[in-house]
């Protein structure tokens, strides 16, 4: 299962981005295919949905491959970064019945609990579906350590939380749900299967 990292900010000195490869580290140990998807690799200068430039083509190779996303994401005041939203934006379809949980940052004590509320409505408009589960990193810049590494050792079990729900998710919007009631129709309504439905089940034919 490929689960891709979105990290959302392009700024220079992001805090955003301790946060976004300790996620990633955490998604490997659990043996998901991943990556990071890195918003400066997808910098446009203006809206564009036409789904014709190349980074349109790359992001959407991505996300049509990808069964659930996780967004790192921090507060700028008080909703996400607007390179984000134009990234989000070159493409549409491709992201429908996907789950996305996000991580959400801030340097103040709420966590990016705001940005995360006004992704989650994008997200929505997107015909992805938010995860209710989330993770914040409050005061960000006391939580890794200068190596890189996170301090405070509970985080592992919160994004290991995270990722537990988006594949119960991600498995159970796979199939659309009802798609071994598909399956049983069409085998019922084939010739063969009409066969055998009539042989076993006389009365119901
Ligand atoms: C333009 C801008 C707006 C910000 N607005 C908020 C905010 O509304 N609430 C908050 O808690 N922190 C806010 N911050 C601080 C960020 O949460 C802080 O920079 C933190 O390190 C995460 O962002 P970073 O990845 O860019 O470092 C803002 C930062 C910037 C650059």
Redesign the pocket.
């Known amino acids: 299962m490929y689960i891709p990292i979105i990290l959302g900010?392009a700024?220079e000195?992001?805090?955003?981005?301790k946060v976004a490869k300790f996620v990633l580290e955490q998604v490997k140990k659990t043996g998901l295919e991943t990556e990071l998807i890195d918003v400066r690799d997808y910098h446009i200068r203006a809206t564009n949905n036409t789904g014709e430039i190349p980074e349109a083509k790359r992001l959407a190779e991505k996300v049509v491959r990808a069964e659930g996303f996780i967004v790192v994401m921090?507060?700028?005041?008080?909703t996400y970064p607007g390179e984000l939203k134009m990234m989000l934006d070159m493409i549409y379809e491709q992201y429908a019945r996907k789950p996305v949980g996000i991580c959400a940052?801030?340097?103040?004590p709420?966590g990016?609990a705001?940005?995360m509320q006004a992704l989650r409505l994008t997200c929505i408009g997107l015909g992805m579906h938010p995860l209710q589960e989330a993770v914040y990193f409050p005061m960000?810049?006391d939580l890794f350590d200068e190596a890189g590494k996170i301090k405070d050792p509970s985080y592992e079990k919160k994004v290991k939380g995270l990722i537990d729900s988006l594949i119960w998710h991600a498995k159970a919007l796979k199939g659309g749900g009802w798609s071994w009631l598909k399956v049983f129709i069409r085998y019922r309504n084939s010739h063969m299967g009409m066969a055998i439905w009539r042989r076993t089940c006389p009365r119901n034919s």
């Open positions: 900010t700024r000195g992001r805090q955003s981005e921090p507060e700028y005041n008080h940052v801030s340097g103040g709420l990016g705001r940005g960000v810049q």
